[in-house]
């Protein structure tokens, strides 16, 4: 009978869309952030800091999913919209990649992160989106070190600590843009 219960509990809450935020299968993962956190700590950045006109908001939608959206314009040599969440000092050293799902307008983004929120580089990958549910899987290794576009001559993220996430959007082109954000996580 309590199989039963169970079995049934978890076709409920897979039906209902919201099985990844209430069940966790594996001890060796951990949250960053997800839709039950209410997480606020999130804030803009545009290509309005070196002149640029994009512009972006990030919010909490109904379901408590971050929805970061907005517009780029490549005019006065700007091109990029951005979010960051500066965390508390996660030792990562257990963990190999990170594991996001969001669901995007079929443009291509960057995550982002950070060992230290004090560094002036950051480490990118980057990724397209569709019109549904994703989940994204980012081996640490795969975080290429970049600042202001350019590539750096240093070795990829290592997992060591982390201190940021974020996402750009930066396509070289005028364009609107949403990405809904459900999760992010250390695998």
């Known amino acids: 009978m309590k199989f039963h219960l169970l079995l049934l509990s978890f076709i409920l809450i897979f039906k ?17 952030f997800d839709s039950l956190t209410n997480n606020k700590n999130w804030k803009t950045v545009d290509d309005v800091v070196m002149g640029g006109i994009s512009s972006s908001e990030i919010f909490l939608n109904e379901k408590g999913n971050a929805v970061f959206k907005g517009n780029v314009s490549t005019q006065n040599n700007g091109g990029f919209s951005s979010v960051r969440n500066t ?18 307008d079929g443009k291509n983004y960057q995550f982002r992160v950070k060992s230290s929120k004090y560094d002036n580089h950051s480490f990118k990958y980057v990724f ?54 459900n999760y992010i996580k250390l695998k």
Not at 17 to 30: A, G, K, L, R
Not at 92 to 104: A, D, H, M, P
Not at 147 to 170: A, C, H, Q, T
């Open 16 to 32: 209902n869309d919201i099985f990844y935020s209430q069940i966790n299968f594996s001890s060796n993962s951990e949250m960053i």
């Open 87 to 104: 965390l508390s000092t996660f030792n990562i050293k257990k963990f190999t990649c990170f594991v996001i799902r969001l669901k995007g």
């Open 128 to 181: 397209s989106t569709n019109s549904k549910w994703q989940e994204i899987v980012i081996p640490f290794e795969n975080l290429e070190p970049t600042y202001r576009g350019r590539k750096l001559d240093i070795p990829n993220f290592s997992n060591e600590f982390l201190e940021e996430v974020g996402f750009l959007i930066s396509n070289k082109k005028d364009e609107k843009f949403e990405l809904e954000i």
